[in-house]
Structure formats: structure tokens, C-alpha cells
């Protein structure tokens, strides 16, 4: 495993267009949950939230739904897990509910009631997750050997999910529910500060950020 501080792990950012890394409640601090956000309004919907929270919204609202991931490393397919179903709706309280308070349980080890449909990718002794993919978007498959920016899926609402979104977390081994979670840079992606986009030459990704692909 890499020396984190000496010699920390980078890879490419794995989306196009712009997003923002929010900070979800109990997540690890080198998780990271990306939703897509339109250039011009700045908006992650394309109607107001009082849809998501008076009612029920098609998924499509949502500027993320179905958007490309691509693969941020060299590396080998651990595991390509799909069938997992997505929410095709959108309600903030029902949704909030079910995955803060009414939170899924495992089965034999599944992740999927968390994680929904999910990549695992090898590379250079550590393993990168990307989760929440939409059901039958994977391009990939187990034992296969994939490259950066190879397209392998699109962004979904599977597992516990409030609103579409990709979540990656670089472990030191495959199993994501035993693995140490890894502190990690980019590259492939500027970051908004202040008042100018700067490029991310291997910084870390940070919550609470707007970032944009390049």
C-alpha cells in the first residue's frame, strides 16, 4: 500500500461537466458524494426543490441522473455488481428517512443496499470504488482491464440514495466493509476558488467544493 503522506494516491477526476462535492451526514472524511450542478444556474435540479419536497419528482430532474462515469485509474475490474434497481423518484423527507433513520440492512455481505450498483477497480495496490450507478448502465465487467477516462457506466439512484449522485472512495483492500478508507489527489479537473477555476494537479478532493472536468 502507498505511503499516504510521502507519496499520496492520485487519480483522474471520473466525470465531465461540473460538480460539487457535498458533505453527507456520517460519511467518512475521505468519502466523497458528487452531484452535478448546470453552469448557468447553478441549480442540481431543473425545477424547484419544493418539487422534491411538496411531492414526488421524476429522477430526470436531476442534472446527474444518468451522467457518464468514467474510469479514473489504469487498473483491473475486483467487481462490476449490477441489478440493483434505482429510484425512478424523488422525495427529500421519504428519502432522507430511509437512508438516515430507516437505514437498509446487509444480507450475506451484500453492499448493494448501500452502495447500489458498484465498481471495484485495482490499481497500483490500491482499490477504487465508484457506487450508486444506474441499474444496466455498467460497461464493464469483473477480471476485465480498464483504462482512464474508459467509459464504465452512467450515474444512478441504486442503494441508499437520496438524489442521483457517484460516490468513490479509494480503499486498501476490496472489501468495502472492512477496507481502510484513503485519503487521495486528482487530476483531470479545476477547482473554483474564491473567484477563478485553479487546475488540480494531485491536491486533494475536498468536501464542500465546485469542481469542473477538463
Not at 487498473?75 to 437512508?99: F, I, M, P, Q, Y
Not at 483492500?173 to 473554483?192: H, M, R, S
Amino acid at each position: 500500500m502507498p505511503n499516504v503522506e510521502s507519496n499520496p494516491v492520485v487519480i483522474t477526476f471520473p466525470l465531465r461537466g461540473e460538480w460539487v462535492s457535498v458533505n453527507t451526514p456520517g460519511h467518512h472524511r475521505f468519502a466523497f458524494d458528487l452531484v452535478a450542478v448546470q453552469p448557468e444556474s447553478q441549480r442540481y435540479f431543473s425545477r424547484s426543490w419544493l418539487h422534491l419536497v411538496l411531492g414526488l419528482a421524476p429522477v430526470s430532474i436531476s442534472y446527474s441522473w444518468s451522467q457518464p462515469v468514467d474510469s479514473p485509474v489504469n487498473g483491473t475490474v475486483l467487481e462490476a455488481s449490477d441489478g440493483w434497481s434505482d429510484r425512478l423518484t424523488l422525495n427529500v423527507a421519504r428519502d432522507a428517512l430511509k437512508a438516515f433513520i430507516f437505514r437498509p440492512a446487509l444480507i450475506d455481505n451484500d453492499v448493494r443496499p448501500f452502495a447500489g450498483n458498484y465498481v471495484l477497480i485495482e490499481s497500483e495496490g490500491v482499490v477504487v470504488m465508484l457506487a450508486h450507478l444506474r441499474c444496466g448502465s455498467l460497461k464493464i465487467a469483473s477480471g476485465e482491464t480498464v483504462q482512464t477516462n474508459q467509459l464504465i457506466g452512467e450515474i444512478g439512484n441504486s442503494g441508499n440514495s437520496i438524489v442521483p449522485h457517484l460516490h468513490i472512495q479509494v480503499m486498501d483492500a476490496a472489501d468495502p466493509l472492512i477496507a481502510d478508507i484513503l485519503p487521495f489527489g486528482v487530476t483531470g479537473c479545476e477547482v473554483w476558488n474564491s473567484d477563478i477555476w485553479e487546475p488540480m494537479n494531485g491536491e486533494f478532493l475536498q468536501k464542500r467544493k465546485h469542481f469542473r472536468s477538463t
